[in-house]
């Protein structure tokens, strides 16, 4: 893990919550739209860097071959199978920002429930 790169995931997410704060609630700032905001950033970064991690973005291979297959006809000449399709594209792919992303991701999921608690609005509540 890379400390420079943990600061700029986090300070892209931070800066992405911010825009879809003021895209959504202006500058209306509140501990429920900064949760919200917050969460939806969260889980997005958090469900990219886990198809990334497990591999799953291989499963978009075979949705390519088979509609190149159908509309393309020079592209079944080229890979009569899916096999020499997939050892084609199946160059190794870089992962090593995706671990920081899946962790900074938990991170800002946590602050955003933490923001969103009862526990914590209790602080601010007049007696």
Do not use: C
């Not at 469900?47 to 799953?56: P, V, Y």
Request: proline fraction near 1%; avoid cysteine.
């Amino acid at each position: 893990m890379k400390k420079y790169r943990i600061f700029l995931i986090l300070l892209g997410a931070l800066f992405t919550a911010l825009v879809i704060q003021l895209l959504v609630y202006h500058f209306n700032f509140t501990t429920e739209s900064i949760s919200n905001s917050l969460f939806v950033i969260g889980v997005i970064l958090f469900f990219t860097s886990l198809i990334a991690l497990s591999g799953s973005y291989e499963i978009f291979h075979g949705i390519r071959y088979s509609l190149q297959a159908l509309y393309r006809k020079d592209f079944r000449s080229n890979y009569p199978t899916f096999l020499e399709y997939k050892t084609e594209k199946a160059k190794k792919f870089e992962l090593t920002g995706y671990v920081e992303a899946i962790i900074i991701s938990i991170v800002i999921i946590a602050v955003a429930f933490f923001l969103a608690s009862r526990w914590f609005n209790g602080w601010f509540k007049k007696s």
